[in-house]
């Protein structure tokens, strides 16, 4: 029997399914340090894992490794250069996620256009004896300008929720989306500086790369109007977390919510101390349903990956197709 590691706790009747086809090394605890990892990966044929790095280091020590499954969209924790160099199948779980993604945008950039998290905390003080109108004003969010950063699958879903709220849609991205993706959304292009000082609401859902490491920092935060807020779902390490804090502290915008941090679990401790951020311990997924199809789908890319199940040999979502069938090295 074929061996694997699942690196991380995941919904028990995922590794039953898993058990019928592999001997399965279950790591129900903590996420493995990079050297316990790298020693439970030496004898495995897959991995299933939920962001744990996996670069020369763990491959090298692992020589049969042919694939591993990662239990989400985004692959930064892949260096996918050492994936191709040794011929190593990388897989992720796109799409499930795409609606209960966006609905999460959605909530956390309500949340923080209507100082949702600060009101509560307020009233739990016993800070709330009277009514007053200036109590906790926010910013619109029906009529505005909502800017995404990002234009994929998920960038589009929460595009198409926007029509709702009667918003005007910019967006920024790599390249543009097909005309007719445009028109469905009703979303013009604009340059990522265009965009940052056009919209109310600007919503981060971009993938992260070396490339895009801080692309929201001091200087973007100078181009935003002083009334919008920022939402990221996208990845820690994009925005500049310590400048985010400052231009929350100086009011340079009015608000943020953040789901991701850089080097999170743990959050800037200059971020805990400003009022007006919406903090989130990276949950924009995790419904029950959506959570089981990604589970569900890690573990189908990596039975056909490994050759077993019904679509051996063709697993759904490989990222670096181009090794499939070539002798690892
Ligand atoms: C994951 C995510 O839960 O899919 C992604 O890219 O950010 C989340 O849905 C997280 O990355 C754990 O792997």
């Given at each position: 029997?074929?061996?694997?590691?699942?690196?991380?706790?995941?919904?028990?009747?995922?590794?039953?399914?898993?058990?019928?086809?592999?001997?399965?090394?279950?790591?129900?605890?903590?996420?493995?340090?990079?050297?316990?990892?790298?020693?439970?990966?030496?004898?495995?044929?897959?991995?299933?894992?939920?962001?744990?790095?996996?670069?020369?280091?763990?491959?090298?020590?692992?020589?049969?490794?042919?694939?591993?499954?990662?239990?989400?969209?985004?692959?930064?924790?892949?260096?996918?250069?050492?994936?191709?160099?040794?011929?190593?199948?990388?897989?992720?779980?796109?799409?499930?996620?795409?609606?209960?993604?966006?609905?999460?945008?959605?909530?956390?950039?309500?949340?923080?256009?209507?100082?949702?998290?600060?009101?509560?905390?307020?009233?739990?003080?016993?800070?709330?004896?009277?009514?007053?109108?200036?109590?906790?004003?926010?910013?619109?969010?029906?009529?505005?300008?909502?800017?995404?950063?990002?234009?994929?699958?998920?960038?589009?879903?929460?595009?198409?929720?926007?029509?709702?709220?009667?918003?005007?849609?910019?967006?920024?991205?790599?390249?543009?989306?097909?005309?007719?993706?445009?028109?469905?959304?009703?979303?013009?292009?604009?340059?990522?500086?265009?965009?940052?000082?056009?919209?109310?609401?600007?919503?981060?859902?971009?993938?992260?790369?070396?490339?895009?490491?801080?692309?929201?920092?001091a200087?973007e935060f100078a181009?935003m109007?002083?009334?919008?807020?920022?939402?990221?779902?996208?990845?820690?390490?994009?925005?500049?977390?310590?400048?985010?804090?400052?231009a929350?502290?100086?009011?340079r915008i009015?608000?943020?919510?953040?789901?991701?941090?850089?080097?999170?679990?743990?959050?800037?401790?200059?971020?805990?101390?400003?009022?007006?951020?919406?903090?989130?311990?990276?949950?924009?997924?995790?419904?029950?349903?959506?959570?089981?199809?990604?589970?569900?789908?890690?573990?189908?890319?990596?039975?056909?990956?490994?050759?077993?199940?019904?679509?051996?040999?063709?697993?759904?979502?490989?990222?670096?197709?181009?090794?499939?069938?070539?002798?690892?090295?």
């Amino acid at each position: 029997m074929q061996k694997i590691l699942v690196a991380r706790p995941i919904f028990p009747d995922v590794i039953e399914r898993l058990k019928q086809y592999f001997d399965v090394d279950w790591n129900n605890g903590d996420a493995l340090p990079a050297d316990e990892l790298a020693r439970r990966l030496a004898d495995k044929d897959g991995a299933l894992t939920a962001g744990d790095p996996i670069g020369a280091a763990e491959l090298a020590a692992a020589p049969k490794l042919r694939v591993v499954a990662n239990m989400a969209v985004g692959y930064n924790n892949f260096d996918m250069a050492a994936f191709n160099a040794a011929n190593v199948l990388g897989t992720n779980t796109p799409d499930v996620l795409n609606e209960t993604t966006a609905d999460f945008g959605w909530a956390l950039m309500m949340a923080t256009a209507r100082r949702i998290t600060e009101s509560e905390h307020f009233l739990r003080a016993g800070k709330w004896q009277k009514w007053a109108y200036d109590m906790m004003l926010g910013a619109d969010v029906y009529g505005s300008t909502l800017g995404i950063v990002g234009m994929g699958r998920i960038g589009q879903a929460i595009a198409r929720r926007a029509k709702g709220f009667n918003m005007r849609v910019v967006y920024h991205n790599r390249s543009r989306v097909a005309p007719e993706i445009e028109a469905e959304l009703n979303a013009e292009y604009r340059t990522k500086e265009a965009l940052l000082r056009e919209a109310d609401h600007v919503v981060l859902v971009l993938p992260y790369t070396p490339e895009n490491h801080h692309t929201i920092g001091a200087a973007e935060f100078a181009l935003m109007k002083p009334t919008a807020t920022l939402t990221n779902i996208a990845r820690g390490g994009i925005v500049d977390d310590a400048a985010l804090a400052e231009a929350l502290r100086e009011r340079r915008i009015a608000a943020a919510g953040l789901d991701v941090f850089e080097g999170e679990p743990s959050v800037h401790p200059a971020l805990l101390t400003v009022p007006n951020v919406v903090l989130t311990p990276h949950i924009a997924s995790a419904s029950e349903a959506t959570r089981r199809a990604m589970a569900n789908l890690a573990a189908d890319n990596l039975i056909a990956a490994l050759g077993a199940g019904p679509r051996a040999g063709r697993p759904p979502n490989p990222i670096n197709s181009a090794v499939m069938g070539k002798t690892r090295s």
